[in-house]
């Protein structure tokens, strides 16, 4: 018996799941769910500063956005930043995420 042995039984074809969208995020600017390579990850550390992750693996709050500025500008007019991290964002934190964002994409 699989269950006895420890071996997992194999899925039938019409009850597979698609796990795609467990590796997707929201862009928190355009809104458009996305794979998390495609975009960067902006994290709330447990100190309360706003950094950029480019390893995604930091502890801490994150939030996901399209690594264009375009993007980041519907962030800051909408306060998704603001929404994601529950926190007040000073506009000059969008000004150095908006230099980083540059830097990355060089």
Known sequence: DAQQSGLARPVPADQAIDLAWFYCQVCIGCGQMKDKKDLI???KTQ???IIIDTTG???GRGAY???NEECLAKA???KGLERSFKMAIDAGIYDELAKELNN???
């Open 104 to 106: 990355i994409g060089k």
């Open 41 to 43: 990850r902006i994290l």
């Open 47 to 49: 100190d309360e500063s």
């Open 65 to 67: 956005i399209c690594a």
């Open 57 to 59: 693996r930091k502890n």
């Open 76 to 78: 800051f007019k909408t």
